[in-house]
């Protein structure tokens, strides 16, 4: 393990003391702690920003299509609204025209 200085504002410092005691911690474990769920927040968005920037708008449309056009389960279903058909989902293309109606 390595050791870290680190230079805080009082009122912080005061918090993380306060906060550790409430949870029956050190201090340096809630620092800990804290930067562990920091560091793995920040990894996940840098990860998914990766997924996303390969993902393609027609491969998700044609993945979608293969979906059956159903209503959502009852467990699935929004409380006090009924079952509806979902709408299809439309390409940017697509939306710019106008619906025709008749």
């Known amino acids: 393990m390595s050791a870290m200085s680190l230079r805080l504002p009082n009122s912080l410092h005061a918090a993380a003391k306060e906060l550790a005691e409430r949870e029956g911690i050190s201090v340096n ?16 968005l840098e990860y998914l920003d990766k ?7 027609t491969k998700f449309l044609a993945a979608l ?15 006090g609204r009924p ?11 697509e939306a710019a025209k ?3 109606r008749g």
């Open 65 to 79: 299509a293969r979906v059956p056009d159903v209503a959502p389960a009852p467990e699935d279903r929004l409380p």
């Open 98 to 100: 106008p619906e025709r």
């Open 83 to 93: 079952a509806q058909r979902p709408r299809p989902v439309r390409t940017r293309r």
């Open 29 to 44: 474990q809630l620092v800990a702690t804290a930067l562990a769920e920091k560091l793995s927040a920040l990894m996940t």
């Open 51 to 57: 997924r996303a920037r390969r993902g393609r708008r």
